[in-house]
């Protein structure tokens, strides 16, 4: 990780003002956590072949990016049943432009997508990564939140929201306290 992005990442826990560790806890709390209004969960993309995408790439040109492969594709649709076995069958989703993370939050089928730049991955550029990230504090504490709302974005943007690595397609429950404090409730692996 480059000294930049490091950086970046430690700004980000003051600046979200999210801790460094959680407590685990049982998968059936985060399902309940993530019904219940304050919550909302940050999803990686299902698996995509690859790292990075080419350079050239287009958001506008899905041909030009990292896809899903047909792996991550039937990983999509898994994630959405698993929603739905656990009480959730409509969400609010707001995904990044990226075709990876707009075809995974489709592919679950619960509900419109809205696009949010936002949510996008941000690169290694220090400087935008942090006013990217800020912005992004502010549209979260600006989200409502009474019912469930997903973000579906990038492992590089979890990792730094989250302060820990996601793997593809996993989902991390966040709470929003009355005042705004962010404080992750755990993980829930799809894989």
Request: glycine share 10%; hydrophobic share 40%; with cysteine.
């Amino acid at each position: 990780m480059s000294k930049g992005i490091l950086l970046a990442r430690r700004s980000l826990g003051a600046l979200l003002g999210i801790p460094l560790a959680f407590t685990p806890v049982r998968s059936s709390d985060l399902w309940s956590a993530l019904r219940s209004p304050g919550h909302f969960a940050l999803i990686r993309h299902a698996a995509a072949p690859g790292t990075l995408d080419p350079s050239g790439f287009r958001l506008d040109d899905c041909s030009t990016q990292r896809n899903l492969s047909d792996g991550g594709r039937a990983q999509a649709i898994r994630m959405g049943d698993l929603f739905r076995a656990n009480g959730i069958t409509a969400a609010r989703i707001y995904s990044s432009e990226w075709c990876r993370c707009l075809d995974t939050a489709t592919l679950m089928k619960l509900g419109d997508v809205s696009q949010q730049p936002l949510l996008n991955y941000f690169g290694r550029d220090p400087d935008r990564t942090l006013r990217q990230l800020a912005d992004l504090r502010v549209w979260i504490t600006g989200l409502k939140l009474a019912q469930p709302t997903l973000l579906m974005t990038h492992q590089l943007v979890i990792a730094t929201v989250a302060q820990g690595p996601a793997d593809d397609g996993e989902i991390v429950v966040v709470r929003r306290d009355a005042g705004g404090k962010l404080t992750v409730q755990g993980c829930q692996p799809t894989a």
